[in-house]
């Protein structure tokens, strides 16, 4: 995301924002808000001091009720005229300051109203509700964002400057910004149209949930006091995250490392610097923690980037608060921890707490990940050591607190695993709220065989359930077809739905090619960068470490263009191992370059590999027959159907024009399969004259499109097939385009 210049601030506020505002809730809001501003500006001290003014300053939504600010409530403190005199002498506190002062005055008052009311009024910390009144005292530094998550998102979309403190401090930052590029405000309007556009730009410029996590949007959510919390389902959380010494400090140096994008084995250097524990095979885990685990970097076009909540980690002045959500949405066990150490504080040790969580997970043999848990727990700040009574034992923390009254009601009972079923979550509010159904929940959004035929598979239910039948039993399966005929776009599906929804984390795809080699795929020497050698895992090793690191969970590789490259070659002895019979530690077998003399790798149960063969490429050689006895093969053919021809009328292709498109491919199709030179094998498949977007286009618009098609697409290929017979590809070619 990148932030936004004055320019195009100045325009969303004077276009996009002016729409938005002049909707009729949002009238509703500025009109109740700027009220709000009045009253607390206008109040003397004696009306200040009355209960019920106090009531009305702390409790009024007026100012906004999005976001956090109604669970906690501090009804003792409406009669303590010493907090009402302290919060009166501080309204005109700001005026004059430079931003950086302001900043600083803003984040010392809200700490310091915190420290007088809790635990005094309140048994949680009432910091939303604090922040909406302080946005009433102070219209002209505050905006309406109530957390840290989204006041840092913003930051980020503004290109803030960053200053000193905590997320309050922060607020004057972007309302200085906002008023560098739409000017000062002149009214209380203005004023608060200025902070309504705060939130406008979390709405539409920052908000996103995690992967697989859904969103419930509303422009007015109902408030509340809890932090903003995305969950995934109890099948897509992460099943166990170690935790080693200063992992914290080491996640900042990886995501800082990946600013300006880093290559994995550069990235695996920067870990094994910083973590000297470590060795370069634990080190691929540490690198699945920051991406899948806690979602704080990505891979784009082979180099590790940081993501949203990576760059708020770099940013935030104290960096586990920025893990504490990821770690209680993305990994199985904190959320039940933080809930029984909740029932029972002060009541269950480090190691009796790692038990409990063992016995949620089937496929945990030992307390190891349980305890893991627990220390991620402690690392941030979640739960902490009770040593007043001598016993060591576990109580949650003031944010510990939070995110447990955050977990949606019946959590335990339906974020759960079985041994053959994952318990899957119907939808996830991102403030933590959950739509949940009685009986059993269901993946938000699950994916099979039918997710496959509604996305535009023309094979029909049945075949392509048993297409991933085939791949679960067989554990390795090759789509081989003539051109266009939908193998890379089948294979990556048929893995999605073996593994139950769209999880990229858990499906690795790349591309074989003439020049690959064993020492790219499995493992070879590398330049180190300092003049030496090292050696380098290639990516199937790591798919290989992937799926063992959770073997109750499947992962499936996608190999495209499977025999573009040499196969016996580029897998070498674990060629033996993929096969279906030869998976398990007690085949595992010494690769050519070990990293010790006693290491043995074997292919786990769990990883499935789909390929895919392209069978009109004249240039690729024939597969080693050993492949062929370790692989599956299914043929794709051209699919120009009925379920071809419902889903283009679908999407807007005129029927007549579908069916006239049909025929010609057919018949072109026909040729081709008795040509003796060529054979069924070269036929041009349905994904040429598939319509993958839902473009509203005229009928001319379409006829446009197919002619368009023909000729930068089909024509060069029939020039290929027939290279020496010109006038019949040029013959075929005109067959194919509609008559004018």
Wanted: one cysteine or more; aromatic letters at 8%.
């Amino acid at each position: 995301m990148h932030s936004l210049g004055a320019d195009e601030l100045r325009g969303l506020f004077e276009d996009e924002f002016a729409a938005y505002r002049d909707e009729d809730w949002a009238r509703d809001w500025r009109r109740n808000y700027a009220d709000q501003v009045r009253k607390v500006r206008d109040a003397d001290r004696a009306a200040w001091q009355a209960p019920e003014f106090q009531k009305m300053l702390w409790d009024a939504s007026d100012v906004s009720g999005i976001g956090p600010g109604q669970a906690v409530t501090v009804v003792g403190a409406y009669p303590d005229t010493q907090l009402a005199d302290l919060l009166f002498d501080a309204r005109g506190s700001l005026e004059g300051l430079g931003v950086e002062d302001r900043g600083k005055r803003l984040q010392a008052l809200f700490d310091d109203v915190l420290t007088w009311v809790r635990p005094r009024y309140a048994k949680r910390r009432p910091k939303a509700r604090l922040v909406r009144l302080l946005a009433a005292m102070f219209p002209y530094d505050m905006t309406c964002l109530m957390d840290a998550g989204r006041v840092f998102g913003v930051q980020r979309a503004l290109g803030a400057l960053r200053l000193p403190g905590g997320y309050v401090a922060q607020h004057a930052g972007l309302r200085e910004r906002v008023r560098e590029a739409v000017g000062t405000a002149k009214t209380i309007e203005e004023t608060v149209d200025q902070s309504i556009f705060c939130w406008f730009l979390w709405q539409t410029k920052v908000e996103r949930a995690d992967d697989g996590a859904v969103t419930l949007p509303s422009p007015l959510r109902e408030a509340n006091d809890l932090p903003a919390l995305s969950l995934l389902p109890a099948n897509a959380q992460r099943r166990a995250l170690a935790a080693v010494k200063d992992n914290v400090s080491l996640l900042v140096a990886m995501v800082r490392e990946a600013e300006q994008g880093i290559a994995r084995e550069d990235l695996i250097d920067v870990i094994l610097a910083e973590a000297s524990q470590l060795n370069a095979s634990s080190a691929p885990n540490m690198i699945s923690q920051a991406m899948g685990g806690l979602g704080l970097i990505r891979l784009e076009g082979g180099s590790y980037r940081p993501t949203e909540r990576g760059q708020e980690l770099l940013i935030a002045s104290d960096p586990v608060q920025v893990l504490q959500a990821p770690l209680v949405g993305r990994v199985f066990g904190m959320g039940h921890l933080l809930l029984m150490v909740g029932r029972e504080p002060g009541a269950l040790r480090h190691s009796e707490a790692a038990k409990r969580l063992q016995d949620l997970v089937p496929t945990w043999k030992t307390t190891l990940p349980g305890s893991h848990i627990v220390s991620w727990a402690r690392l941030v700040g979640l739960v902490q050591l009770d040593n007043s009574t001598g016993g060591g034992r576990l109580i949650l923390t003031d944010d510990g607190e939070d995110y447990a009254a955050a977990l949606p009601p019946d959590f335990e009972r339906l974020w759960q695993l079985a041994p053959e079923q994952d318990v899957e979550v119907d939808a996830v509010t991102s403030e933590g709220a959950v739509a949940i159904p009685e009986g059993p929940a269901t993946l938000a959004p699950p994916y099979d065989a039918q997710s496959i035929v509604d996305e535009g598979c023309f094979l029909g239910k049945d075949r392509v359930e048993a297409a991933v039948e085939l791949l679960r039993r067989k554990k390795n399966l090759i789509l081989q077809g003539p051109p266009g005929t939908g193998k890379t776009w089948l294979a990556k599906r048929l893995g999605y739905a073996l593994i139950g929804a769209k999880d990229t984390e858990r499906l690795l795809a790349l591309q074989f090619q003439p020049s690959l080699s064993y020492e790219d795929f499995v493992r070879g020497w590398r330049p180190d960068g300092r003049g030496g050698l090292r050696l380098a895992d290639g990516a199937f090793l790591e798919a290989v470490q992937a799926a063992a690191a959770e073997p109750g969970r499947p992962f499936v590789l996608v190999i495209e263009e499977v025999n573009r490259g040499n196969p016996a070659q580029i897998l070498g002895e674990l060629l033996t191992l993929v096969e279906a019979t030869k998976r398990g530690p007690e085949e595992a077998l010494r690769l050519a370059y070990p990293r010790s003399l006693d290491e043995r790798v074997y292919v786990p149960e769990n990883l499935y590999i789909v390929g895919t063969m392209n069978l009109a490429d004249r240039s690729l050689a024939l597969v080693d027959l050993a492949l062929r006895r370790r692989f599956a093969f299914l043929t794709l053919m051209p699919e120009l159907g009925p379920p071809w021809r419902a889903w283009c009328v679908d999407h807007g292709v005129p029927p007549a024009l579908v069916s006239e498109i049909g025929t010609r491919m057919d018949a072109l199709n026909a040729v081709i399969a008795e040509d003796r030179a060529l054979g069924p094998q070269f036929q041009v498949g349905h994904s040429f004259v598939t319509p993958v977007g839902d473009d509203a286009m005229s009928e001319e618009g379409w006829r446009r499109w197919y002619s368009e098609t023909i000729d930068t697409e089909v024509a060069p290929l029939l020039a290929e097939y027939w290279f020496d017979d010109a006038t019949k590809a040029r013959e075929r070619t005109a067959a194919l385009r509609l008559q004018v």
